[in-house]
C-alpha cells in the first residue's frame, strides 16, 4: 500500500488549504484513513478519522469546525478540507491507513504517506 499526499503549501493565517492523499490499493475502501500532524518537537497528532464508507468522521478537537475530512472510493483518495487556519496549524500533514479500529491513534495505522508541509503565517 502506497499513500501520496498533495496540497500543501504556505497561506496566510485565515485562509484554506485543500490537501489529497492517493493511495495505491486495490481495496481503498476497505481502509480506515486518517491525517495526522507533526510540527519538530512535537509528537505526532490524530487530526481527522473517515470510515470506510465515509459516513462516519472524528475529529482533533483542535481542528473540530475548521477542517473536513472525506473520501472518493472511485478515485482511491481522501480529502482533507483546511479552512480559518492558524499558525498553530503549521506542520506536516500525513495520510495514514489501517483496516479495523475507527480511531486517530497514530500507533494503530501501519501504512503512511511521505507527508505534506503546512505553513500558516
Known amino acids: 500500500v502506497q499513500l501520496v499526499e498533495s496540497g500543501g503549501g504556505s497561506v496566510q493565517a485565515g485562509g484554506s488549504l485543500k490537501l489529497s492523499c492517493v493511495v495505491s490499493s486495490d481495496t481503498f475502501s476497505s481502509y480506515y484513513m486518517g491525517w495526522f500532524r507533526q510540527s519538530p518537537g512535537k509528537e505526532r497528532e490524530g487530526v481527522a478519522g473517515i470510515t470506510t464508507s465515509g459516513q462516519s468522521t472524528l475529529y482533533a478537537d483542535s481542528v473540530e469546525g475548521r477542517f473536513t475530512i472525506s473520501r472518493d472510493n472511485d478515485k482511491n483518495t481522501v480529502y482533507l478540507q483546511m479552512n480559518s487556519l492558524k499558525p498553530e496549524d503549521t506542520a506536516m500533514y500525513y495520510c495514514?491507513?489501517?483496516?479495523?479500529?475507527?480511531?486517530?491513534?497514530?500507533?494503530?495505522?501501519?501504512?503512511w504517506g511521505q507527508g505534506t508541509q503546512v505553513t500558516v503565517s
Open positions: 495514514a491507513a489501517k483496516r479495523y479500529c475507527d480511531n486517530i491513534r497514530a500507533t494503530t495505522f501501519p501504512f
